[in-house]
């Protein structure tokens, strides 16, 4: 099928990239030229795993442009997939979604084409997206849009640093659609990932049990509510590990054996189970944030979610407060950080825990190093206010240090050699904020463990 992604975000890339690679023709659209030049020389604009491999694999169905005049016409499936910043009320700001919409309208020409919300949009906005096509439509050609085009909605799960298995191997695929021939088309165009029949890289094998991808077909504001309540499920459940965690620690219990012990109850499931410094990233904070904006606009309170926000929140503060607690005084103290980015595997750094305890830490007067593979040089662009040193290697951001944290869990801080470690620590100790190192290793190493749940 011919397909235009709008927006080359985590989201759209992925979505164009993979739908590419299926055998669709994807012309993928974004205003920013940089972004489109990179593309078109092979570069990924962020760091994901295999998306470049993926592209190059997928370049003869792939097309990159600035230009909606050249994306829109003839398609037949176009993707919104473009940033929903949060505003400042805990709503997303759909400047750039209102913008999309007008150019599909003042664009669109051939035969019927779906237009579907990828991007989390706030419940209603498939109608509010189909009133801003129809009437751009109508302005630009003066006569009426005569059901050329319909609305769908289908919201995206997939994570940062997984995002081509996610969408290659997803749980669901959810449609939400008020025609029955909209449904048809992203039926179809979502096939071979529903039956499972394409043959996947080799560096993206398909796991054993995966079998037929189920797919729920709904309406446009349960495809929309879906999105925001299994993002806010999720977030919920990690806030709740994290608060049974501080009991935890109180009583002296392992927060490793709760999550497994209450997780292998089928009803429960032992994912989104590790406790920590909690959740940062694009998605969890903006999409809590927004979910509770529209149940205010409805006379209604979130008090669960907001206590998941709240419990997220405090577990920064505990960072501050754990070394407070083993070091007195932190100013004139080093505290280095292991890892930048909100989550292993992706260089991105929106509500990354790091920055939070970066900025407390200064603020108390301490000099903060700080090491992540993949997310330096983004975080010097993005945050040269921050008065952090980036470190080469995460034994630098060791040495001469008072304490370091675990921030970020990167596979390489856990096989550290932490002897050699300690020994060049002023003081040697090892704040674990994702609770995955070894106590007994980092104690035979010499170091004083400190986690954040025990
Ligand atoms: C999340 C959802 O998992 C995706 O399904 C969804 O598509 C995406 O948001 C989105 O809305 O676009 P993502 O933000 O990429 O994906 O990352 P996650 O893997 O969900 O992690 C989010 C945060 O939770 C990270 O900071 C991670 O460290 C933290 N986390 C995750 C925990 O603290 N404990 C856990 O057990 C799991």
């Known amino acids: 099928m011919n397909v235009s992604i709008l927006g080359t975000?985590?989201?759209?890339?992925?979505?164009?990239?993979?739908?590419?690679?299926?055998?669709?023709?994807?012309?993928c659209a974004d205003a920013d030229e940089g972004k489109i030049a990179m593309l078109e020389n092979g570069e990924v604009p962020f760091y994901e795993p295999h998306l470049a491999d993926l592209i190059t694999e997928a370049r003869c169905n792939l097309k990159f442009t600035t230009d909606y005049s050249q994306?829109?016409?003839?398609?037949?499936?176009?993707?919104?997939?473009?940033?929903?910043?949060?505003?400042?009320?805990?709503?997303?700001?759909?400047?750039?979604?209102?913008?999309?919409?007008?150019?599909?309208?003042?664009?669109?020409?051939?035969?019927?084409?779906?237009?579907?919300?990828?991007?989390?949009?706030?419940?209603?906005?498939?109608?509010?997206?189909?009133?801003?096509?129809?009437?751009?439509?109508?302005?630009?050609?003066?006569?009426?849009?005569?059901?050329?085009?319909?609305?769908?909605?289908?919201?995206?799960f997939l994570r940062e640093g997984t995002a081509l298995h996610d969408s290659l191997f997803p749980?669901?695929?959810?449609?939400?659609?008020d025609t029955a021939q909209t449904g048809e088309v992203l039926y179809t165009l979502y096939?071979?990932?529903?039956?499972?029949?394409?043959?996947p890289p080799p560096y993206l094998p398909r796991p054993?049990?995966?079998?037929?991808?189920?797919?729920?077909?709904?309406?446009?504001?349960?495809?929309?509510?879906?999105?925001y309540a299994a993002n806010a499920f999720l977030a919920l459940k990690i806030s709740y590990i994290n608060e049974i965690g501080l009991l935890s620690e109180k009583v002296g219990a392992d927060i490793a054996q709760i999550a497994k012990g209450i997780g292998l109850?089928?009803?429960?499931?032992?994912?989104?189970?590790?406790?920590?410094?909690?959740?940062?990233?694009?998605?969890?904070?903006k999409d809590t944030a927004a979910l509770i904006a529209t149940a205010h606009e409805y006379g209604l309170e979130m008090p669960i979610v907001?206590?998941?926000?709240?419990?997220?929140?405090?577990?920064?503060?505990?960072?501050?407060?754990?070394?407070?607690?083993?070091?007195?005084?932190?100013?004139?103290?080093?505290?280095?950080?292991?890892?930048?980015?909100?989550?292993?595997?992706?260089?991105?750094?929106?509500?990354?825990?790091?920055?939070?305890?970066?900025?407390?830490?200064i603020e108390r007067g301490a000099r903060v190093k700080a090491h992540d593979p993949v997310a330096m040089e983004r975080f010097k662009r993005e945050h040269p206010d921050l008065e952090v040193l980036c470190c080469e290697t995460p034994e630098e951001v060791a040495r001469d240090a008072d304490a370091v944290v675990l921030v970020t869990e990167w596979p390489q801080y856990r096989e550290m050699d932490w002897e050699a470690v300690a020994k060049t620590m002023r003081t040697a100790i090892v704040l674990d904020g994702r609770m995955v190192l070894d106590r007994a290793r980092m104690s035979r190493a010499g170091l004083k463990y400190l986690g954040l749940a025990c």
């Open 191 to 199: 096939r071979p990932i529903l039956d499972q029949t394409f043959q």
């Open 9 to 27: 975000g985590y989201v759209g890339l992925t979505t164009g990239v993979c739908l590419a690679f299926l055998g669709h023709k994807v012309t």
């Open 171 to 177: 749980d669901r695929v959810v449609i939400g659609a």
């Open 208 to 227: 054993e049990e995966v079998g037929a991808v189920p797919l729920i077909s709904t309406d446009l504001a349960s495809a929309e509510l879906i999105k």
């Open 71 to 156: 994306a829109i016409p003839g398609a037949q499936v176009i993707f919104i997939a473009v940033g929903t910043p949060p505003g400042p009320n805990g709503a997303p700001d759909l400047k750039y979604l209102q913008s999309a919409a007008r150019g599909i309208g003042e664009n669109l020409s051939g035969g019927f084409t779906v237009v579907v919300n990828k991007s989390t949009v706030p419940i209603g906005s498939g109608n509010w997206v189909g009133s801003l096509v129809r009437e751009a439509f109508e302005q630009r050609n003066g006569r009426k849009s005569n059901g050329n085009f319909s609305v769908a909605s289908n919201p995206e």
């Open 306 to 361: 907001n206590a998941a926000r709240e419990v997220n929140r405090r577990q920064r503060e505990r960072v501050v407060d754990k070394l407070l607690g083993e070091l007195r005084i932190l100013k004139g103290r080093t505290i280095g950080l292991l890892g930048l980015a909100f989550k292993p595997h992706t260089d991105d750094l929106r509500e990354a825990p790091a920055l939070d305890i970066a900025r407390k830490l």
């Open 265 to 285: 109850d089928a009803r429960i499931g032992t994912r989104f189970l590790q406790s920590g410094i909690g959740w940062g990233g694009s998605c969890f904070g």
